[in-house]
Protein backbone atom coordinates (compact mmCIF):
# COMPACT_ATOMS: atom_id res chain seq x y z
CA UNK A 1 0.00 0.00 0.00
CA UNK A 2 1.31 3.94 -0.93
CA UNK A 3 0.73 6.49 1.95
CA UNK A 4 1.74 9.95 2.46
CA UNK A 5 2.17 11.68 5.70
CA UNK A 6 0.91 15.01 7.59
CA UNK A 7 2.95 15.54 10.35
CA UNK A 8 6.66 13.97 10.83
CA UNK A 9 6.48 14.46 15.00
CA UNK A 10 6.96 11.73 17.58
CA UNK A 11 3.44 10.07 16.59
CA UNK A 12 3.95 10.38 13.08
CA UNK A 13 7.77 8.94 12.77
CA UNK A 14 7.93 6.65 15.48
CA UNK A 15 4.19 4.97 15.62
CA UNK A 16 3.61 5.06 12.33
CA UNK A 17 6.28 5.65 10.51
CA UNK A 18 8.33 2.57 11.74
CA UNK A 19 5.62 0.36 10.94
CA UNK A 20 6.66 0.36 7.28
CA UNK A 21 10.25 0.47 8.37
CA UNK A 22 9.82 -2.94 9.79
CA UNK A 23 6.82 -4.34 7.64
CA UNK A 24 8.37 -2.58 3.87
CA UNK A 25 5.83 -5.48 2.07
CA UNK A 26 2.94 -3.90 3.47
CA UNK A 27 2.96 -0.38 3.23
CA UNK A 28 5.19 2.26 1.51
CA UNK A 29 5.50 5.83 2.30
CA UNK A 30 6.26 7.73 -1.11
CA UNK A 31 5.58 11.79 0.29
CA UNK A 32 5.69 13.75 3.51
CA UNK A 33 4.80 16.93 4.55
CA UNK A 34 5.82 18.47 7.48
CA UNK A 35 7.29 22.27 8.04
CA UNK A 36 10.04 21.81 10.35
CA UNK A 37 12.58 20.61 7.91
CA UNK A 38 15.01 18.72 10.32
CA UNK A 39 12.18 16.20 11.34
CA UNK A 40 11.13 16.19 7.01
CA UNK A 41 14.34 15.31 5.75
CA UNK A 42 14.64 12.87 8.87
CA UNK A 43 11.14 10.94 7.64
CA UNK A 44 11.99 10.89 4.28
CA UNK A 45 15.72 9.53 4.44
CA UNK A 46 14.39 7.12 6.21
CA UNK A 47 11.95 6.15 4.04
CA UNK A 48 13.70 6.62 0.63
CA UNK A 49 11.39 9.42 -0.24
CA UNK A 50 12.43 11.49 -3.23
CA UNK A 51 13.16 15.27 -3.39
CA UNK A 52 9.55 15.73 -5.13
CA UNK A 53 7.57 14.37 -2.74
CA UNK A 54 8.78 16.16 0.46
CA UNK A 55 6.70 19.30 0.89
CA UNK A 56 7.07 21.70 3.35
CA UNK A 57 2.92 22.31 4.02
CA UNK A 58 0.22 20.19 3.69
CA UNK A 59 -1.78 22.52 0.71
CA UNK A 60 1.30 21.74 -1.19
CA UNK A 61 0.56 17.53 -0.90
CA UNK A 62 -3.08 18.06 -0.98
CA UNK A 63 -3.32 20.51 -3.81
CA UNK A 64 -2.11 17.82 -6.14
CA UNK A 65 -4.19 14.96 -7.82
CA UNK A 66 -4.59 12.29 -5.43
CA UNK A 67 -0.75 10.91 -5.03
CA UNK A 68 -1.24 7.45 -3.47
CA UNK A 69 -4.18 5.55 -1.86
CA UNK A 70 -4.17 6.24 2.26
CA UNK A 71 -3.15 9.51 4.01
CA UNK A 72 -2.18 9.52 7.57
CA UNK A 73 -2.35 13.05 9.48
CA UNK A 74 -0.53 13.21 12.36
CA UNK A 75 -0.06 17.02 12.99
CA UNK A 76 -0.76 19.08 16.02
CA UNK A 77 -4.17 18.93 17.17
CA UNK A 78 -5.33 22.27 15.74
CA UNK A 79 -3.95 21.45 12.20
CA UNK A 80 -6.34 18.52 11.73
CA UNK A 81 -9.65 19.93 10.63
CA UNK A 82 -8.26 21.17 7.03
CA UNK A 83 -6.00 18.78 5.79
CA UNK A 84 -8.49 15.94 6.88
CA UNK A 85 -11.58 17.44 5.32
CA UNK A 86 -9.46 18.50 1.91
CA UNK A 87 -8.10 14.74 1.85
CA UNK A 88 -12.06 13.53 1.95
CA UNK A 89 -12.62 15.48 -1.11
CA UNK A 90 -9.81 14.58 -2.50
CA UNK A 91 -10.58 10.64 -1.86
CA UNK A 92 -7.86 9.31 0.52
CA UNK A 93 -8.22 6.68 2.92
CA UNK A 94 -7.46 8.63 5.93
CA UNK A 95 -5.50 7.40 9.58
CA UNK A 96 -6.42 10.72 11.62
CA UNK A 97 -4.33 11.02 14.88
CA UNK A 98 -6.88 11.93 17.79
CA UNK A 99 -8.41 14.23 18.55
CA UNK A 100 -10.05 15.18 16.13
CA UNK A 101 -10.10 18.48 16.37
CA UNK A 102 -10.18 20.83 19.53
CA UNK A 103 -13.52 22.06 18.32
CA UNK A 104 -16.88 20.21 18.73
CA UNK A 105 -18.32 21.80 15.78
CA UNK A 106 -15.05 20.83 13.39
CA UNK A 107 -15.46 17.35 14.85
CA UNK A 108 -18.84 16.52 14.05
CA UNK A 109 -18.15 18.41 10.58
CA UNK A 110 -15.38 15.72 9.99
CA UNK A 111 -17.84 12.72 10.77
CA UNK A 112 -20.85 14.02 8.53
CA UNK A 113 -18.21 14.39 5.68
CA UNK A 114 -16.88 10.99 6.02
CA UNK A 115 -20.24 9.90 6.09
CA UNK A 116 -21.40 11.95 2.89
CA UNK A 117 -18.07 10.87 0.99
CA UNK A 118 -18.51 6.92 1.94
CA UNK A 119 -14.89 7.35 3.26
CA UNK A 120 -12.51 4.92 5.31
CA UNK A 121 -11.42 7.48 7.78
CA UNK A 122 -9.99 5.46 11.29
CA UNK A 123 -9.54 7.99 13.91
CA UNK A 124 -6.33 6.99 16.33
CA UNK A 125 -8.13 5.53 19.47
CA UNK A 126 -5.67 2.66 19.61
CA UNK A 127 -6.55 1.47 23.10
CA UNK A 128 -9.86 -0.17 21.51
CA UNK A 129 -6.85 -2.38 19.22
CA UNK A 130 -5.23 -3.52 22.33
CA UNK A 131 -5.01 -7.01 23.10
CA UNK A 132 -5.01 -6.34 26.48
CA UNK A 133 -8.47 -3.65 26.06
CA UNK A 134 -9.62 -6.20 23.30
CA UNK A 135 -10.09 -9.35 26.24
CA UNK A 136 -11.57 -6.94 28.75
CA UNK A 137 -14.52 -6.06 25.58
CA UNK A 138 -14.48 -9.89 25.27
CA UNK A 139 -15.23 -10.86 28.74
CA UNK A 140 -17.99 -8.03 29.09
CA UNK A 141 -19.61 -9.10 25.73
CA UNK A 142 -19.93 -12.32 27.32
CA UNK A 143 -22.11 -11.23 30.09
CA UNK A 144 -19.15 -13.38 32.47
CA UNK A 145 -20.05 -10.15 35.18
CA UNK A 146 -23.46 -10.44 34.39
CA UNK A 147 -25.02 -6.39 33.44
CA UNK A 148 -22.70 -3.64 34.34
CA UNK A 149 -23.40 -1.13 36.97
CA UNK A 150 -20.68 0.96 38.08
CA UNK A 151 -17.10 1.63 36.87
CA UNK A 152 -14.26 2.79 38.19
CA UNK A 153 -11.36 4.38 36.31
CA UNK A 154 -8.14 5.66 36.87
CA UNK A 155 -5.81 7.34 34.14
CA UNK A 156 -2.31 7.89 36.21
CA UNK A 157 -0.19 9.76 34.01
CA UNK A 158 2.58 9.91 35.50
CA UNK A 159 4.92 12.88 37.09
CA UNK A 160 7.03 13.11 34.19
CA UNK A 161 4.98 11.98 31.40
CA UNK A 162 2.76 14.95 32.76
CA UNK A 163 5.74 17.27 32.66
CA UNK A 164 7.19 16.25 29.86
CA UNK A 165 4.32 16.59 27.69
CA UNK A 166 1.46 18.64 29.54
CA UNK A 167 3.69 21.54 31.21
CA UNK A 168 6.88 21.69 28.90
CA UNK A 169 5.54 19.94 25.72
CA UNK A 170 3.00 20.06 23.18
CA UNK A 171 0.19 19.76 24.51
CA UNK A 172 0.28 21.86 27.51
CA UNK A 173 -1.53 24.98 26.50
CA UNK A 174 -5.25 23.99 26.01
CA UNK A 175 -5.07 27.33 23.48
CA UNK A 176 -2.22 26.12 21.45
CA UNK A 177 -4.11 22.55 21.35
CA UNK A 178 -6.74 21.04 23.36
CA UNK A 179 -8.01 20.49 27.08
CA UNK A 180 -6.16 17.95 29.10
CA UNK A 181 -9.72 15.56 29.40
CA UNK A 182 -9.45 15.85 25.43
CA UNK A 183 -6.23 15.37 24.65
CA UNK A 184 -5.52 12.60 26.56
CA UNK A 185 -8.32 11.15 28.19
CA UNK A 186 -10.36 11.04 24.97
CA UNK A 187 -8.90 7.15 25.03
CA UNK A 188 -10.64 7.13 28.30
CA UNK A 189 -13.65 8.50 27.40
CA UNK A 190 -13.50 6.28 24.25
CA UNK A 191 -12.81 2.90 25.68
CA UNK A 192 -15.97 3.67 28.17
CA UNK A 193 -18.29 3.96 26.18
CA UNK A 194 -17.50 1.25 23.65
CA UNK A 195 -17.20 -0.88 27.16
CA UNK A 196 -20.64 0.01 28.38
CA UNK A 197 -22.23 0.17 25.01
CA UNK A 198 -25.11 2.06 25.63
CA UNK A 199 -25.33 5.80 25.28
CA UNK A 200 -23.81 8.10 27.55
CA UNK A 201 -26.78 10.74 29.36
CA UNK A 202 -25.35 13.23 31.21
CA UNK A 203 -21.06 14.83 32.62
CA UNK A 204 -19.82 16.43 35.14
CA UNK A 205 -16.45 16.96 36.23
CA UNK A 206 -13.96 18.75 38.44
CA UNK A 207 -10.19 19.66 37.85
CA UNK A 208 -7.61 22.41 38.11
CA UNK A 209 -3.76 22.89 37.43
CA UNK A 210 -2.76 22.62 41.24
CA UNK A 211 0.70 22.18 40.91
CA UNK A 212 2.99 22.99 38.03
CA UNK A 213 3.34 27.05 38.54
CA UNK A 214 5.15 29.16 39.64
CA UNK A 215 4.26 29.81 43.19
CA UNK A 216 5.02 26.29 43.87
CA UNK A 217 8.64 26.74 42.38
CA UNK A 218 11.79 25.49 44.63
CA UNK A 219 14.07 28.21 46.18
CA UNK A 220 16.67 28.51 43.86
CA UNK A 221 15.50 27.69 41.09
CA UNK A 222 16.06 29.25 37.52
CA UNK A 223 13.62 29.67 34.14
CA UNK A 224 15.86 27.04 33.01
CA UNK A 225 17.36 23.89 34.48
CA UNK A 226 20.79 24.42 33.16
CA UNK A 227 20.64 28.54 33.77
CA UNK A 228 22.13 27.42 37.80
CA UNK A 229 19.47 26.19 38.99
CA UNK A 230 20.59 25.41 42.52
CA UNK A 231 18.03 22.65 43.16
CA UNK A 232 18.75 20.72 39.98
CA UNK A 233 20.68 17.64 41.10
CA UNK A 234 17.96 16.79 43.37
CA UNK A 235 14.49 17.93 40.92
CA UNK A 236 13.08 14.69 39.78
CA UNK A 237 12.31 16.86 36.64
CA UNK A 238 15.84 18.16 35.79
CA UNK A 239 16.21 18.52 31.78
CA UNK A 240 19.41 17.24 32.17
CA UNK A 241 18.35 13.70 34.22
CA UNK A 242 15.78 13.46 31.34
CA UNK A 243 17.10 14.42 28.00
CA UNK A 244 20.99 14.82 28.19
CA UNK A 245 21.92 11.69 26.19
CA UNK A 246 22.60 10.10 22.94
CA UNK A 247 19.74 7.58 23.07
CA UNK A 248 17.05 7.84 20.55
CA UNK A 249 14.80 6.63 22.89
CA UNK A 250 11.20 8.36 24.19
CA UNK A 251 11.25 11.04 25.20
CA UNK A 252 14.41 12.52 24.77
CA UNK A 253 14.10 12.19 20.81
CA UNK A 254 11.05 14.86 21.02
CA UNK A 255 13.44 17.01 22.14
CA UNK A 256 15.75 16.91 19.05
CA UNK A 257 15.55 15.51 15.78
CA UNK A 258 19.20 14.19 15.94
CA UNK A 259 20.30 12.20 19.25
CA UNK A 260 23.50 13.88 19.25
CA UNK A 261 24.49 15.38 22.97
CA UNK A 262 25.14 18.48 21.01
CA UNK A 263 21.73 18.69 19.71
CA UNK A 264 20.28 17.81 22.82
CA UNK A 265 22.20 20.43 24.86
CA UNK A 266 21.05 23.32 22.47
CA UNK A 267 17.54 21.98 22.53
CA UNK A 268 17.35 21.96 26.24
CA UNK A 269 19.41 25.34 26.51
CA UNK A 270 16.84 26.98 23.87
CA UNK A 271 14.04 24.92 22.98
CA UNK A 272 10.75 24.55 25.58
CA UNK A 273 11.90 21.39 27.24
CA UNK A 274 15.09 23.17 29.41
CA UNK A 275 12.25 25.13 31.24
CA UNK A 276 11.40 25.04 34.65
CA UNK A 277 8.38 22.79 35.00
CA UNK A 278 6.76 25.88 37.51
CA UNK A 279 7.83 28.59 34.89
CA UNK A 280 6.26 27.80 31.67
CA UNK A 281 3.22 29.00 29.90
CA UNK A 282 0.79 25.88 30.64
CA UNK A 283 -2.98 25.99 31.40
CA UNK A 284 -3.91 22.27 31.35
CA UNK A 285 -4.89 20.42 34.25
CA UNK A 286 -2.95 18.29 36.11
CA UNK A 287 -5.78 15.91 37.55
CA UNK A 288 -9.50 16.31 36.89
CA UNK A 289 -12.18 13.72 37.83
CA UNK A 290 -15.11 12.95 35.28
CA UNK A 291 -18.75 11.24 36.55
CA UNK A 292 -20.75 9.98 33.58
CA UNK A 293 -24.29 8.52 33.93
CA UNK A 294 -24.94 6.12 30.69
CA UNK A 295 -28.36 3.91 29.87
CA UNK A 296 -29.38 1.74 31.83
CA UNK A 297 -28.03 3.88 35.11
CA UNK A 298 -24.87 2.48 35.08
CA UNK A 299 -22.55 5.32 36.42
CA UNK A 300 -18.41 5.72 36.23
CA UNK A 301 -16.23 7.35 38.30
CA UNK A 302 -13.14 8.00 35.84
CA UNK A 303 -9.58 10.15 37.64
CA UNK A 304 -7.21 11.56 35.50
CA UNK A 305 -3.97 12.26 37.76
CA UNK A 306 -0.36 13.75 37.19
CA UNK A 307 0.72 12.43 40.61
CA UNK A 308 1.50 8.68 40.12
CA UNK A 309 4.85 7.27 39.90
CA UNK A 310 4.31 5.26 37.15
CA UNK A 311 2.03 5.32 33.87
CA UNK A 312 -0.55 3.09 33.51
CA UNK A 313 -4.80 2.87 33.86
CA UNK A 314 -6.54 0.40 36.24
CA UNK A 315 -9.63 0.03 36.96
CA UNK A 316 -12.74 -1.90 38.44
CA UNK A 317 -16.06 -3.12 36.65
CA UNK A 318 -18.47 -4.19 38.82
CA UNK A 319 -21.45 -6.00 37.03
CA UNK A 320 -24.45 -7.95 38.81
CA UNK A 321 -22.68 -11.35 38.43
CA UNK A 322 -19.40 -9.74 39.71
CA UNK A 323 -16.31 -7.94 39.25
CA UNK A 324 -13.34 -7.31 36.81
CA UNK A 325 -10.06 -5.35 38.09
CA UNK A 326 -7.39 -4.74 35.97
CA UNK A 327 -3.89 -2.90 35.35
CA UNK A 328 -2.80 -3.13 32.14
CA UNK A 329 1.06 -2.46 32.69
CA UNK A 330 0.44 -5.61 34.62
CA UNK A 331 -1.32 -6.91 31.74
CA UNK A 332 -3.37 -8.75 34.46
CA UNK A 333 -6.93 -8.86 34.50
CA UNK A 334 -8.94 -10.28 37.79
CA UNK A 335 -12.49 -11.52 37.67
CA UNK A 336 -14.25 -12.28 40.89
CA UNK A 337 -17.36 -14.35 40.74
CA UNK A 338 -19.60 -13.59 43.13
CA UNK A 339 -20.16 -17.20 43.47
CA UNK A 340 -16.92 -17.44 45.00
CA UNK A 341 -14.84 -18.02 41.66
CA UNK A 342 -12.07 -16.18 40.94
CA UNK A 343 -10.13 -16.44 37.27
CA UNK A 344 -6.99 -14.82 36.64
CA UNK A 345 -6.02 -13.43 32.28
CA UNK A 346 -3.30 -12.57 31.04
CA UNK A 347 -4.02 -11.36 27.38
CA UNK A 348 -1.70 -12.20 24.14
CA UNK A 349 0.74 -9.63 23.77
CA UNK A 350 1.93 -7.81 20.55
CA UNK A 351 5.21 -5.46 19.96
CA UNK A 352 4.63 -1.97 19.55
CA UNK A 353 3.68 1.50 21.46
CA UNK A 354 0.04 1.33 23.53
CA UNK A 355 0.77 -2.02 24.54
CA UNK A 356 1.14 -3.06 20.72
CA UNK A 357 -2.19 -1.25 19.84
CA UNK A 358 0.47 1.40 17.63
CA UNK A 359 1.16 -1.79 15.91
CA UNK A 360 -2.55 -3.47 15.39
CA UNK A 361 -4.36 -0.16 14.40
CA UNK A 362 -1.99 -0.06 11.69
CA UNK A 363 -2.36 -3.57 10.45
CA UNK A 364 -6.48 -3.14 10.65
CA UNK A 365 -5.80 0.56 8.40
CA UNK A 366 -3.75 -1.28 6.22
CA UNK A 367 -6.05 -4.38 5.88
CA UNK A 368 -9.08 -2.34 5.14
CA UNK A 369 -7.54 -0.04 2.46
CA UNK A 370 -6.57 -3.42 0.78
CA UNK A 371 -10.11 -5.00 1.20
CA UNK A 372 -11.84 -1.68 0.57
CA UNK A 373 -13.88 -2.42 3.91
CA UNK A 374 -15.37 1.29 5.42
CA UNK A 375 -16.32 -0.42 8.70
CA UNK A 376 -13.44 0.79 10.73
CA UNK A 377 -13.77 -0.14 14.82
CA UNK A 378 -13.01 3.18 15.43
CA UNK A 379 -15.19 5.60 12.64
CA UNK A 380 -15.70 9.33 12.49
CA UNK A 381 -19.01 8.69 13.43
CA UNK A 382 -18.35 6.30 16.46
CA UNK A 383 -14.99 8.59 17.61
CA UNK A 384 -16.98 11.89 17.44
CA UNK A 385 -19.44 10.66 20.00
CA UNK A 386 -16.91 9.99 22.28
CA UNK A 387 -15.31 13.33 21.81
CA UNK A 388 -18.14 15.06 22.56
CA UNK A 389 -18.21 13.06 26.22
CA UNK A 390 -14.65 14.56 26.59
CA UNK A 391 -15.91 18.26 25.49
CA UNK A 392 -18.78 17.74 27.76
CA UNK A 393 -16.50 16.87 30.85
CA UNK A 394 -14.89 20.61 30.14
CA UNK A 395 -17.59 22.46 29.50
CA UNK A 396 -19.01 21.10 32.88
CA UNK A 397 -15.08 21.45 34.91
CA UNK A 398 -15.59 25.09 33.34
CA UNK A 399 -19.13 25.97 34.20
CA UNK A 400 -19.96 23.44 36.96
CA UNK A 401 -22.95 22.31 35.36
CA UNK A 402 -24.00 19.15 34.68
CA UNK A 403 -24.11 18.69 30.93
CA UNK A 404 -27.17 16.35 29.66
CA UNK A 405 -25.45 15.36 26.67
CA UNK A 406 -28.40 14.66 24.42
CA UNK A 407 -28.90 19.08 24.95
CA UNK A 408 -25.68 19.46 24.40
CA UNK A 409 -25.10 18.29 21.11
CA UNK A 410 -28.66 19.18 20.04
CA UNK A 411 -26.87 22.67 20.87
CA UNK A 412 -23.97 21.80 18.78
CA UNK A 413 -25.34 21.11 15.49
CA UNK A 414 -27.97 24.21 15.84
CA UNK A 415 -24.50 26.07 16.11
CA UNK A 416 -22.56 23.78 12.93
CA UNK A 417 -25.75 24.66 11.21
CA UNK A 418 -25.28 28.53 11.55
CA UNK A 419 -21.47 28.25 11.61
Known amino acids: MKAALIGAGSRGFYAYGSYALQYPHEIEFIAVAEPDKEKREKFAEAHGIPENMRFEDWPDLLDQERVCEALLICSPDRDHYKPVMRAIEKGYSILLEKPMSPSPIETLAIAEAAKKHDTLLSVCHVMRYAPFYQSLKEVIDRKVIGDIVSVQWNENV ?13 WRNSKESSPMILQKSCHDMDMLAWLIGTECKSVSSYG ?48 SASPSIESRLKAIQEGPYGRCVYRCDNDVV ?36 GEITGHDADNELI ?30 FINRVRTKDKGTLTSARVSSQSHLIAFAAEESRLSGATIELKKYIEELEKAKENA
Open 158 to 170: GYFHQAHSFVRGN
Open 208 to 255: SLTYFKEENAPEGSTHRCLDGCKVEKECPYSAAKWYLHDRDVWPANVV
Open 286 to 321: DHQVVNLLFDGDVTVSFTMTAFTKETYRNFKIMGTK
Open 335 to 364: IKHFTGKKEVIHPPTVNGGHMGADTSIMQD
